[in-house]
Every structure is written in C-alpha cells, then in structure tokens.
C-alpha cells in the first residue's frame, strides 16, 4: 500500500469519527439549549456550561470547567443521555477512566499505564453491568469511546498504549463488583445483567 493511499485511509478514518462525534454531540447540545434551567444539578453536580468547540479542542484533555475529571462535552452527553442513576454513574466512571488514559499519555506517563488500564477494564465491566442489559450490547462503551477520542490529537493516544509494555485487570469478574458507587437497587441489576449475558452468548 502506497504513503498516499495510506494517507487517504486514515482521512477517512479521521473525518468518519468527527461526523459521528458532532452527530452524536450536536443533539444534546440542542435539548441543553431548550432547557429553561440553566444551572441543572445532576446527582449532586450542576451541569457544565456547553464547551466552544475550538477551545475544547485546543488540548488533548479538553475543557473540564467543574474539575469532576470528566470533559464538559461528554459530561452533558452522559447527563442527556442515560437512562437512570445507576446507567449515569456507570458512565461516569468510564468516562472518567478514558480522559484519565488521555492524561497518562498526553504526559507520556509508561509506569502508570497498568493502572489507568485496570481502571478502564473496571469501568468497563461496571458499565455492562449497568448499561447492556436496557441497550445494545456495549452502546455505551463505544459512544463515549467515540466522545472522548473525538479528534485526530486524543486518538493518537491509541499509540501509546498499543507501545507501552504492562499487564491489566480488572478489579472483579463480577461486573457489578467494579463499580466505584453504591448501585441502586443491587440485587435486581445482578440478575438482569446476568440474564441478558446468558442470553447473549
């Protein structure tokens, strides 16, 4: 394969992400502009101000003006979005996990890799948990992957992981042991996730 045709791949590649990150993010930004309160608390948390894309963009960390370790774009989107409580903390512990991975690489951190690659694996499997079973399998895992990696700088993070040397894991094999949050209602959400795993396999 030839340098030209390698680079029209990746363009396409690069322009295809872009159109499903504004896509997926433009939609939420329109019900946030509707809503008549402009300070709304989510779980405690008041709703971040929607980002100006050009800034956003000016790092590979982005904009987190309320400093909750989340970007302010996919902040409103897991905000948006989710189904419930449980559904929005999930989210937030991956969401969380993937702009702590973009931190480690932005800083070329290699001895914290392991960690921060656990730590995604965890949020991973706390958001099977929590989100399969009321959507398409792993919906939310790819959306917020897609958030986060949402230009050509923060994808390059893909690199640095695929050349640094560790071992992962997650902290459980029961993915509702890997959520950092009390889950409401526990007993019911083991058994559906562990129904909707059975029926998937």
């Not at 398409?136 to 994808?155: C, D, V």
């Not at 992981?161 to 889950?183: G, L, M, R, V």
Request: net charge negative; with cysteine.
């Amino acid at each position: 394969m030839n340098k030209t045709l390698s680079l029209a791949i990746i363009l396409l590649i690069v322009s295809g992400c872009t159109s499903e990150y504004n896509k997926a993010i433009k939609v939420v930004f329109e019900i946030k502009k509707q809503d008549q309160n402009h300070n709304h608390i989510f779980d405690g948390e008041v709703e971040p101000p929607i980002p100006n894309s050009d800034e956003n963009d000016k790092t590979i960390l982005g904009i987190d003006s309320n400093e909750n370790g989340i970007r302010d774009d996919v902040d409103i989107w897991i905000n948006r979005t989710a189904f419930d409580y449980n559904e929005r903390m999930a989210m937030r512990q991956y969401a969380r996990a993937e702009q702590d991975e973009l931190r480690v690489c932005k800083n070329e951190l290699k001895d914290e890799a392991a960690r921060v690659v656990s730590n995604n694996m965890s949020a991973h499997g706390c958001l099977n948990a929590l989100s399969d079973p009321i959507r398409k399998k792993g919906y939310a895992e790819k959306k917020i992957g897609l958030l986060t990696i949402s230009n050509t700088a923060r994808r390059s993070c893909l690199g640095f992981y695929d050349h640094s040397s560790y071992i992962a894991h997650a902290k459980s094999i029961e993915f509702h042991e890997n959520c950092n949050f009390t889950i409401q209602g526990l007993e019911n959400v083991i058994k559906s996730y562990r129904k909707f795993w059975e029926y998937s396999e």
